[in-house]
């Protein structure tokens, strides 16, 4: 005990094997069973007990989604609005935060404090006030009663993300460009956008996914089936008729509305990893 | 000379988004609030009036409320403390070296893109009573003889939304707990293992001390977000069975939209959220204390 050195012993490898695998499959597995159920015919979904892997597996259940609901319509309402947001959100937070990032004294960490303070609150708190204000304005079933809350409540992550990058580009750059007489619109669009170009784009991607994702004003303000959502629109479709609509379409549904999310996480998982944390951690 | 800090300029470049968070944040903050001290009226339309405190001692003498913030407390509680042991588990397993790593980093944040309420219906599918998954799993373990009527039962209804909402959020912690991890500088860990602490002093020594900055942001969010959790108990029980899953939100969310009392909705959401700041100062303060002491 005492003679050999004190070395580590390295962590065995069969464990870290059967940690990343059990890891891995609780991540992946229930989203991959909703893409088992959709090719899965319809006698092999209720049968006991459960059949795991469809034979054959069949593309009935996407084809019959688009017969059944409006679900063109769904998804389309979810990219226009999520889009729109998107910019809005980010030209307006790009602005504010190019202002921010120069700012000097305790005002800037104040700010970014009550933007951090103001993304803290449940949205339950602003529905109901939001509702009277959409009503009163007529956009019940209009994609702007979306997109200006959608923008707002996503305003404090984009401007963390974007001043933290601002604040890291050469203030000497600045400074040419404010001599050079560019105004604040141009010197953003032309310097700060271009040089913070891979966190402009994070900042977009996460907004972009809380749009698509977002339930319970898309819920409450787009009553009209085909103005809705397709999250609002899948969801109280599940709830309201669970045994009306079959399963295997239901899971066809889950998996269209979810794949461009799974594409964009494949794509750009170290940008959004970044952009989350990034704020986070500043703090 | 020191430089001005509020020039036109910069006052112009930030209007916007002030007035964007004034419309969207700031007024209807502030209209939630009056609405929680007025009583509605139904006998000729609506009609609000002022109540005074009435509304909350209706909330003291309300049982469906206490039931609701118990529900929510429960399910925060639980949620939130499964997510950081899983989630610190992740962390470390990803901040291994392995083959593969880079796909594994994907798939481990795949759940928190996904939408909660879409996958809600995925989760309530996965417990489905008959057909269901788990039931099966189960079954074929030999842990249960009988299928088990998950959301049909308080207990376990909970216990589903627990289980959905941790594979949803875990990757959130994660995120935050390896960026924790991947700033912990490297001479540090080579010291400790000069010194000849093994891996198992090295993680409860070093690295978890280390992790306590952002262990607390993570909780604090988390916290604060599951306390408002509406889109998986909306769908996956919609409150039920007898009300045993409804939360806080929810329950401000029937006032609202399903017996038109606009006022008593309010007073419901507007407690609730007081409560939670309350709770998370309370926590922060506790977990800060404890995190300079160690």
Not at chain 2, 2 to 29: D, F, G, K, Y
Not at chain 2, 142 to 149: D, F, K, Q, R, V
Not at chain 2, 217 to 244: I, K, N, W
């Amino acid at each position: 005990m005492s003679g050999a050195p004190p070395r580590a012993a390295p962590r065995p490898a069969w464990l870290l094997a059967l940690g990343v695998t059990a890891m891995v499959a609780w991540s992946l597995g229930p989203a991959l069973w909703q893409a088992l159920t959709a090719i899965k015919p319809d006698a092999q979904i209720t049968r006991v007990p459960t059949v795991y892997l469809p034979q054959p597996p069949t593309l009935e259940h996407v084809r019959r989604l688009f017969e059944r609901l409006p679900f063109e319509a769904y998804l389309a309402n979810s990219a226009w609005v999520a889009t729109w947001a998107m910019l809005l959100c980010v030209a307006i937070a790009a602005l504010a935060a190019a202002a921010l990032a120069r700012m000097p004294g305790p005002g800037r960490l104040r700010l970014l404090l009550v933007l951090l303070f103001i993304s803290l609150f449940p949205p339950i708190l602003l529905l109901f006030p939001l509702y009277e204000g959409v009503r009163a304005l007529g956009w019940i079933n209009h994609p702007i009663a979306l997109i200006l809350p959608y923008a707002a409540l996503n305003l404090p992550l984009a401007v963390w993300v974007l001043e933290s990058a601002f604040r890291q580009l050469p203030r000497e750059i600045d400074e040419a460009a404010r001599v050079d007489g560019l105004a604040p619109i141009a010197r953003l669009w032309r310097i700060h956008l271009p040089l913070a170009m891979p966190s402009v784009v994070t900042a977009a991607i996460l907004v972009f996914i809380f749009c698509w994702n977002e339930f319970m004003l898309a819920l409450t303000f787009m009553t009209r089936h085909d103005a809705k959502t397709v999250t609002a629109g899948i969801a109280s479709v599940g709830s309201a008729s669970l045994f009306e609509i079959p399963w295997g379409q239901l899971s066809a549904a889950i998996v269209v509305a979810t794949l461009p999310l799974v594409f964009l996480v494949l794509l750009f998982e170290r940008r959004i990893a970044s952009g989350l944390t990034r704020g986070a951690l500043k703090g | 000379m020191t430089p001005r800090v509020w020039t036109r300029e910069r006052m112009l470049s930030l209007l916007p988004a002030a007035l964007l968070l004034a419309l969207v944040v700031v007024l209807p903050i502030a209209r939630v609030v009056a609405l929680s001290v007025m009583r509605t009226e139904m006998d000729e339309g609506f009609r609000l009036e002022f109540a005074g405190l009435d509304p909350f001692v209706r909330l003291w003498q309300d049982g469906r409320w206490w039931t609701s913030l118990r529900n929510t407390a429960v399910f925060t509680a639980s949620s939130v403390a499964a997510e950081m042991v899983l989630g610190i588990a992740f962390a470390l397993l990803l901040h291994g070296s392995f083959r593969g790593r880079g796909l594994a980093r994907a798939i481990v944040m795949l759940p928190w893109a996904l939408p909660t309420a879409v996958m809600a219906l995925a989760w309530s599918w996965i417990f489905n009573d008959s057909f269901g998954v788990a039931n099966d799993l189960l079954r074929r373990l030999g842990l249960a003889s009988e299928p088990i009527a998950w959301l049909g039962q308080g207990g376990t209804a909970m216990f589903a939304m627990v289980a959905a909402d941790v594979w949803k959020t875990t990757p959130f912690v994660t995120l935050i707990v390896l960026a924790g991890l991947q700033a912990i500088p490297h001479e540090v860990m080579e010291a400790a293992r000069v010194d000849g602490l093994n891996a198992r002093q090295r993680l409860t020594r070093i690295t978890l001390p280390l992790l306590v900055p952002s262990l607390i942001v993570a909780l604090a969010f988390r916290m604060v977000q599951a306390y408002g959790a509406f889109d998986l108990v909306y769908v996956m029980t919609g409150g039920g069975p007898g009300g045993a899953t409804e939360t806080v939100s929810l329950y401000a969310y029937q006032n609202y939209f399903r017996y038109l009392d606009f006022g008593y909705g309010s007073a419901i959401a507007t407690q609730g959220v007081l409560i939670a700041i309350l709770l998370v100062l309370i926590v922060l303060r506790f977990t800060r204390g404890a995190g300079t002491r160690g």
